[in-house]
């Protein structure tokens, strides 16, 4: 059974300032990111992206969070704890547009600022799952080695990564092989 039509979940399409597209132009992205020079090369387009269209805020709510209690339907009790979530990665939608694009003007005066919002807003999805149980949380980013602005985007992660210390398998310790204890 399906349960998401993508990997990673719909954590930007239910923030709020952030807006699905669907059959987006081409004309957005930046074509020699792997995803887009993919769909590019066998003459495809995606079927759908999300664009920011306002202030970047957190609703509230996690998608994740039925995710997860469907997987605890499959999995034993005592194995709960090694349930692993994945996430889109945060610079994801900004890193596919071309310069411009990602944001609008008159809604963030630049990158870092559109960074800390986002920032926020994963901060505060991740303290939702935590509450709901969820200590194993991957971000997805398969094009992370392609990227031109690699400080400021490990900066976005960064943020939020050191912040739960508290419970190492949440943040900083997600970043060392399980088995390095």
């Known amino acids: ?61 996690s998608t994740l969070v039925d995710q997860f209690e469907y997987l ?27 310069d411009g694009i990602a944001f609008p003007a008159d809604v963030y005066a630049s990158d870092a600022e559109y960074f800390a919002d986002i920032s926020k807003a994963v901060s505060e999805e991740l303290d939702i799952l935590y509450a709901a149980g969820v200590r194993n949380v991957q971000f997805d980013d398969p094009n992370f080695a392609c990227k031109l602005l690699i400080p400021l985007y490990i900066s976005v992660l960064t943020v939020r990564l050191l912040l739960r210390e508290d419970d190492p398998r949440m943040g900083r310790g997600q970043i060392k092989h399980q088995n390095s204890r």
């Open 1 to 61: 059974m399906c349960r998401r039509a993508v990997f990673w979940g719909t954590f930007f399409e239910e923030l709020e300032g952030m807006t699905e597209i669907r059959n987006p132009s081409m004309d957005l992205f930046r074509p020699y990111v792997p995803d887009i020079a993919g769909f590019i090369e066998k003459g495809h387009k995606p079927g759908q992206s999300c664009i920011c269209t306002g202030k970047i805020k957190h609703k509230g709510k």
């Open 72 to 98: 605890k339907t499959l999995t034993p009790k005592e194995k709960w704890g090694e349930i692993k979530l994945t996430m889109i990665a945060p610079p994801w939608y900004h890193l596919r547009y071309k």
